[in-house]
């Protein structure tokens, strides 16, 4: 690898390591939010989506996303972490409850794996 890109890689890390600090405290202002009351609260929530879309388009512009996989069935090839799965039974239909941290994409696949909390699906 050349000393340019390198130095490429280095500021894609940074920008990488900003986005997801920036979507992790993006979420907790989130909870923040929910304790106010709906007057007050549409204000802070119409900012917080300026904040998120602007993360996201930061990304864009060097051709990466954020995906965020919440809701979603768990499979085990998926490109995150969980914290929580030895709470759970091999037969256990699992979903996504919480993403700890995003998976980040780029054109070529994964650039770094996300984290996540699991919960049981009832039957």
């Not at 709906?38 to 300026?50: I, N, T």
Request: aromatic share 8%; glycine share 6%.
């Amino acid at each position: 690898m050349s000393a340019g890109e390198e130095s490429v890689e280095k500021y894609r890390s940074a920008l990488i390591d900003a986005a997801v600090e920036g979507w992790r405290f993006s979420r907790l202002f989130s909870r923040l939010i929910s304790k106010l009351d709906a007057g007050e609260s549409s204000r802070y929530l119409s900012q917080q989506r300026y904040f998120q879309k602007k993360i996201s388009e930061s990304l864009e512009d060097v051709g990466l996303k954020l995906v965020n996989v919440e809701g979603q069935v768990y499979d085990p090839g998926m490109a995150a972490t969980a914290l929580n799965l030895e709470d759970f039974a091999p037969q256990d239909v699992l979903m996504v409850e919480q993403m700890v941290e995003p998976i980040i994409m780029d054109a070529n696949g994964l650039c770094r794996s996300g984290t996540v909390m699991l919960m049981r699906v009832e039957k």
